[in-house]
Each structure stands twice: as structure tokens, then as C-alpha cells.
């Protein structure tokens, strides 16, 4: 009834408070599953110990620099991500340049390439831990019926193998991602650039390079942040395929958070090592951030 | 502007409310818990755990107590556990425990002393019929201390083999490891095609993927060749010279393995044995039933098994056992007593016996009705009485997964046997001396 009296002070004030008032369930919630597992998590970090024999010290930090484990896991993250990183982007910014063009059958390469991405991880694990299986599996099958000696072909069993193993299949499983965001940005690209680059006789390597690529830049940025922050934290498909071996070849920063925690009992060097993560995940994110907020400026 | 606050004492109403109502919520769902004739049993989600959960039934028919079920599969049974027992919550009233985890459990005090609740039934305690190795894993400290729960399921390593392929070589039941090696080599060798199907039929397969794999299915060549993990004073001693000796016999028995076996499991070993593409293994009783499964297993009535070979010492298998204990903070401590003396009873293991689970007692594996069905019982009782625990440590899921690392890193060809073993010794001498 107030209203229709034009009361002005309550409506600026119930507009004021309006905004808090619908965001109060997902503060709730955030708060719920959020905020307070992170402070639980700072408590935990900063304790060892459990139950009676608890107590308040730094040692699950200074441990983490003497960890040869923690370490080589941190290693194996950052190599994984960087390399499966380049070959995700180069093949699906490849593949989006070329599906992006006029040409026969165009929709259905569209649609079978995204496949992969609609798994599971934890099924694309298991169908590539088959597949993989030196003695058993389809692929070491196949080589050998075109006579191939796959004696030493042992794809999960030696160091150097599994490693670029578990990568390639974060490849086959994700790099339709990038070329979906990839595609979808091309197709956003308005066609008078290119009209006129052709009136001015640019070649096609030109074009890509002058026109395309600038233009195509927030979305290779985006799509560079999400995969980095996903292959930073990946933990399902190697823990089915490998579980970090042979030895501790493929042990992903991820991985031994979870046994830290799941296998040991140990919460709070589990918790101090999730901060560690979390703190390159954020700083390398930060700086694509930036690289896409100048982008917008300019 | 005066109304603002009423808007804001709104939200809080609201918050208030909310908070208020989760709580009255929760709480009532600890009540119920609480009182009455009600039991709550963590069990292992598998085989294990279903002959216990149909006791369970049996026993609520029997007496009218409620038992109410908690199934976790295990790799999340012994986290949820340690959660549970080191918040206090006294959720469980009985929980399912794999032996590696009692010393953990049983050090930071969790759980129930037994004897007092004996005293409480005038009973004497646990009565001789127990199998002594398996009994032994339920005090703390290792088989003189205080009891803290009792065995269900007793596990233990067994040698598994092909009798046929022994037979047709002239080959004899291997007494020690240097005949499993010698036997390996000659299957490898003479077997190029000997597998079902015309592929190679290899002399030997071993779990070496990092962890409690490589372990399990080290731990009886490196006692046998006369090692330990730990001295009197509990210093790491895997890189003494019986240990390195222990782990070069494990690579060279890697030879006549099928290639890959760094990275195996036990899904990949008994599909080995199970397909006919190997002739040894040391594997666990709850694969023997598949061999004899016309769905799964290519060499039915083939497979024989033994206890294990020896070496410097005796041979002796790993022990791994089911263990049921009471919590510490359980609500109803001496109802869960009365179901865990019941539920470990010669006559009720007889019927988790009949169901699958290997029993933890003497009279159980000698009864004539389960021998004639599990003709192995007498085999497997040999090998139980025998056997040895994995290091009685608090820290031992640590240190297995640290050594395991090194185990596999050996058998993949990226660490030497002696940089392995030097560089496991020092990863757990870490883990014991942290504080």
C-alpha cells in the first residue's frame, strides 16, 4: 500500500536490499560448501596430528619442499599440461580452420569429433586401459595381425611410454573441446575483413596471421584458461589408466593429494598441498585473465 | 530510509530460520540412532562384506535386533573410518577392518578393548580354536597386546600352478624360489605356443604396478631370501644385501614374465592364469573359485595350489585378513559384543565359509563338509598358520605405497635393484622418523 503512495525512501531502500535478499540461498550454500570447507581446509593445513594428539604447526608446508614425491608430482603436472596443452590447441585450432570451411561431409566430422568429449573420464580410462593392455588390448591386437613385433610396445608398462600415453588421451578426449570453442569463434568472425584482405591481394598465410588469428584471440585465450585449470587438476583418467605408474611415472599433483589424504590419513599435508595447487592454478590463470582483459582494451 | 532495517531484520528472520531448521534436522537424525536394540555395521562393499551383511539379517531374524547396514566399497572404507573414529561420532557400532589398518586404528586408541566386555559375559576370551596367526593381528601391540577385535576372514598368499605343464615338463611342485625361477625359464622356454590359442604360454606373472601390488607380491621372496623391513630398533633395512639379492630375483623372475607386468594388477594376473598365458603366480584365495568357472577360466582342473616356496628361510605367505572391531565411542558397545561374539562363532563362520569368505578358525577349515567342498581349505590352513603380517605400523599404507614405487621403478628398468632399494630405505625411514 505504500507503494502507491509513492513512498520513495522505502522503494530505494527495499530495491537496496532486494538484490541481498535473492542472493542470500546461493550465499548459503557457498558458504555451506565453500567458504567453510576452504577455512576448515587453512585449519586442517596448519595442523598434524589427529584426534587428542593434534597440534597447531607449519611442518605440512616445510615438508612439501623436502617431498621428492610432491615434487616430481608437481613436475609431471606441469610438463603434462604443458605438453598436452600444445597439442590440444595446435590440432583443434588445425582442425577448426578446416571444418570451418565449405566442403563435403563437413557436419558429420563436426559430430563425431565431439564424441570423445561426451564421455566419462572415468570410461574414456577404462576403454583406453584395454585398449593399451600390452598382451590383451585392441591396439597391440591390431599391430600385430599387420605383423608388426610389439614386444617392447608395452604402453602403460615403461616410464616414458605411459607418460605420453595418459597424454595422448587427454588429446583424444579434449582437444574437440578447443575446436569446438575454436570453431564457434571463427564463426564469429564477420566476413568484411577478409573480403577486403582479398581486394588487397593478401595471401592465405596473411590472412590467418593478420586477420584471423587477432581476431579469433579471446576465444583461444578462454578456451587456454579452461584447459589449462582442468589439465592442472587432472586426476580420473590416470588414476584408471595407470594410477600414476609404472612407479611413479605418471603421479599427477592430483593423484597424490588423494592418496595423501584417502590412502593415508594425512588431511592436513593432503590440505597444504592443495593450496600449492591451487596457487599456480591461480596464478597462471590470472595471467590469461589479464592477457584478455588488455585484449578487450584494446 | 527508517525502514531499511526492517528489510534487513527480514533476512536475518530468514537466515536465522534456515539455519535453524538444517539443525532441528540434523539433530533429529541423530536421535534415532541412539536407544533401543540397534546396531550399525561399516562393511566392505564385495564379496567380504555380503556374507557379513547376511549374517546381519540372520541375527536381526534371530534376536530382534536391528542392524542397520553401512557399505562402502574399499577404497573408501578405511577414510571413512578414520574420519568417523577420530571425530568420535560413535556412527558405527561395529566396523569391517582390513588387518593393515588396525595398528593405525588400535595406536591412536579408536577402538574397544575386548577383554573387559568378556569379563562383563563371565567369558574367558577368545578360545584356542582361532587360527594363532590370525588372532594375533587383533592385539595391539602385534600378538601380546591388548585385543582390540576379532578375525572373519582369513586370508593368506597361496602358490599357484599349473600341474599339467609341471607334469609334462617333469617338472616337481617347486620347494623353493630358485625352483621357480628354473621352472620358468624352461616354460618360457618350451612354451613359445603353448598357450590356448597358439600364443606363448609365459613361466611366470607377478603384479608389479606400484603400491600395495608390488608389494604383496614381493613381501614372500624378500623374507624368504632372509630380509626385513625394519631392525630391532625400528630402522628401515630393505637395502641390506638379502633385500637387493631379494629384489635382482624378482627382476630376473621378470624375464620369463609376459611383458608389461610392471604396470600389472590383479586383473591382469589371473586374466594371465585364467586365459592359460602363464603357469605361476602367487595370488589369493578368492581367485581360486574363478578356475573352476567355465565362463572365466580356459584351464579348469589345471591349476594347483601350494604354500610358499622357500628360499634362506622357510617360505612364508603374506597374511591378510578381515578384522571386526568395536569403536571406542559405539553407542551400544555390549550389543555389538554379543553380535561379534555370535557372528565369530565356529558355527556361523561355517556358514560365511559355505558362502566364500576362507575362515579364521581351526575347526571351521577342518570340517569335513567344507573340505570336500573347498578341497584347498587344508592347503590354505597351512599357509594361514604359517604366514607373516605386513610390518606392524601405523604408517604402513605410506610406506607400502613408498616401496611399491620403488618395486616398480625396478621391474619398469628405470632404477637399478640397489639404487632402488638405497632410495626406498631412505623414502621410509622418512615416513617413520616424521613426526
Given at each position: 500500500m505504500q507503494r502507491l503512495h509513492g513512498n520513495n525512501s522505502f522503494s530505494s531502500g527495499g530495491e537496496r536490499a532486494l538484490p541481498f535478499l535473492l542472493l542470500a540461498p546461493t550465499l548459503l550454500v557457498l558458504l555451506a560448501l565453500s567458504i567453510y570447507p576452504l577455512v576448515y581446509a587453512v585449519r586442517v593445513s596448519l595442523q598434524t596430528g589427529t584426534g587428542a594428539g593434534a597440534r597447531w604447526s607449519l611442518d605440512n608446508f616445510t615438508r612439501l619442499f623436502s617431498d621428492g614425491f610432491f615434487l616430481s608430482a608437481l613436475l609431471h603436472t606441469l610438463v603434462y599440461a604443458v605438453v598436452a596443452l600444445s597439442f590440444e590447441f595446435l590440432l583443434g585450432l588445425l582442425l577448426a580452420v578446416l571444418l570451418n570451411q565449405e566442403m563435403r561431409g563437413r557436419s558429420v566430422f563436426r559430430a563425431a569429433l565431439l564424441v570423445p568429449m561426451m564421455l566419462p573420464s572415468v570410461v574414456v580410462g577404462v576403454v583406453w586401459r584395454l585398449a593399451l593392455n600390452p598382451n590383451f588390448g585392441a591396439i597391440n591386437g591390431t599391430l600385430k595381425s599387420l605383423g608388426l613385433n610389439t614386444e617392447s610396445l608395452t604402453w602403460t608398462a615403461s616410464p616414458r611410454l605411459a607418460f605420453l600415453s595418459v597424454i595422448a588421451v587427454d588429446v583424444w578426449q579434449w582437444m574437440p573441446f578447443v575446436f569446438l570453442i575454436l570453431l564457434a569463434g571463427l564463426q564469429a568472425i564477420p566476413q568484411e575483413p577478409y573480403e577486403a584482405a582479398r581486394i588487397d591481394g593478401s595471401s592465405t598465410w596473411q590472412t590467418f596471421r593478420y586477420i584471423t588469428l587477432p581476431l579469433l584471440k579471446p576465444a583461444i585465450l578462454i578456451v587456454l584458461l579452461l584447459r589449462t585449470m582442468d589439465l592442472l587438476r587432472v586426476f580420473d583418467q590416470i588414476f584408471i589408466l595407470t594410477e600414476g605408474g609404472p612407479g611413479f611415472a605418471t603421479e599427477t599433483i592430483s593423484l597424490y593429494i588423494y592418496r595423501a589424504a584417502f590412502r593415508f590419513g594425512n588431511f592436513g599435508y593432503a590440505a597444504a598441498m592443495s593450496f600449492v595447487l591451487l596457487i599456480v592454478t591461480n596464478a597462471i590463470s590470472l595471467v590469461y585473465i589479464r592477457l584478455l582483459q588488455k585484449q578487450e582494451t584494446a | 530510509m527508517l525502514k531499511r532495517p526492517l528489510r534487513l531484520k527480514t533476512i536475518t528472520f530468514t537466515f536465522v530460520s534456515i539455519l535453524f531448521i538444517s539443525l532441528l534436522s540434523a539433530s533429529c537424525g541423530r536421535d534415532s540412532g541412539g536407544g533401543g536394540k540397534q546396531l550399525t555395521l561399516a562393511v566392505n562393499a564385495g564379496v567380504e562384506g555380503d556374507a557379513l551383511k547376511q549374517a546381519a539379517r540372520d541375527y536381526e531374524a534371530q534376536t530382534g535386533v536391528h542392524i542397520n547396514i553401512v557399505e562402502f566399497p574399499y577404497s573408501n572404507l578405511f577414510d571413512k573410518e578414520l574420519v568417523d573414529l577420530s571425530a568420535r561420532t560413535g556412527a558405527y557400532d561395529l566396523i569391517m577392518l582390513d588387518d593393515p589398518w588396525f595398528p593405525r586404528f588400535a595406536g591412536e586408541e579408536y577402538l574397544a578393548?575386548?577383554?573387559?566386555?568378556?569379563?562383563?559375559?563371565?567369558?574367558?576370551?577368545?578360545?584356542?580354536?582361532?587360527?594363532?596367526?590370525?588372532?594375533?593381528?587383533?592385539?595391539?601391540?602385534?600378538?601380546?597386546?591388548?585385543?582390540?577385535?576379532?578375525?572373519?576372514?582369513?586370508?593368506?598368499?597361496?602358490?599357484?600352478?599349473?600341474?599339467?605343464?609341471?607334469?609334462?615338463?617333469?617338472?616337481?611342485?617347486?620347494?623353493?624360489?630358485?625352483?621357480?625361477l628354473q621352472s620358468a625359464r624352461v616354460i618360457s622356454e618350451r612354451e613359445m605356443t603353448g598357450a590356448p590359442g597358439g600364443g606363448r604360454l609365459y613361466g611366470y606373472v607377478m603384479r608389479a604396478a606400484q603400491g600395495n601390488a608390488a608389494v604383496a607380491d614381493f613381501m614372500p621372496i624378500f623374507w624368504a631370501f632372509g630380509a626385513e623391513m625394519f631392525d630391532a630398533e625400528g630402522r628401515a633395512t630393505v637395502n641390506s644385501a638379502e633385500g637387493i639379492n631379494a629384489l635382482r630375483f624378482m627382476l630376473e623372475l621378470g624375464k620369463s614374465a609376459p611383458p608389461g607386468y610392471s604396470s600389472f594388477n590383479a586383473d591382469e594376473v589371473s586374466a594371465h592364469l585364467l586365459q592359460g598365458t602363464a603357469a605361476m603366480s602367487i595370488n589369493w584365495p578368492a581367485w581360486i573359485a574363478a578356475f573352476s568357472d567355465p565362463n572365466k577360466s580356459k584351464v579348469i582342473g589345471k591349476m594347483a595350489f601350494t604354500t610358499m616356496p622357500g628360499a634362506a628361510k622357510p617360505g612364508q605367505a603374506e597374511i591378510g585378513n578381515w578384522l571386526i572391531a568395536i569403536p571406542r565411542d559405539a553407542r551400544n558397545a555390549e550389543a555389538a559384543f554379543d553380535f561379534l561374539v555370535w557372528v565369530t562363532s565356529a558355527e556361523q563362520l561355517k556358514r560365511s565359509a559355505l558362502r566364500g569368505n576362507p575362515p579364521t578358525r581351526r575347526s571351521v577349515f577342518n570340517d569335513p563338509e567344507l573340505v570336500a567342498k573347498f578341497p584347498t581349505y587344508p592347503v590354505q590352513l597351512r599357509s594361514l598358520e604359517t604366514s607373516r603380517p605386513r610390518p606392524r605400523t601405523p604408517r604402513w599404507n605410506e610406506i607400502e605405497n613408498a616401496f611399491g614405487i620403488f618395486l616398480s621403478k625396478a621391474n619398469s628398468g628405470e632404477l637399478s635393484p640397489e639404487d632402488a632399494m638405497n632410495q626406498a630405505n631412505a623414502e621410509i625411514m622418512k615416513i617413520v622418523e616424521r613426526k
Open positions: - | 578393548d575386548l577383554m573387559p566386555l568378556y569379563k562383563k559375559k563371565n567369558l574367558a576370551g577368545p578360545d584356542d580354536d582361532f587360527v594363532q596367526t590370525s588372532l594375533a593381528l587383533c592385539r595391539h601391540p602385534y600378538s601380546t597386546g591388548t585385543l582390540y577385535a576379532l578375525p572373519y576372514l582369513g586370508n593368506s598368499q597361496l602358490f599357484f600352478y599349473r600341474k599339467d605343464i609341471f607334469e609334462k615338463h617333469g617338472l616337481k611342485e617347486p620347494q623353493s624360489w630358485e625352483d621357480v
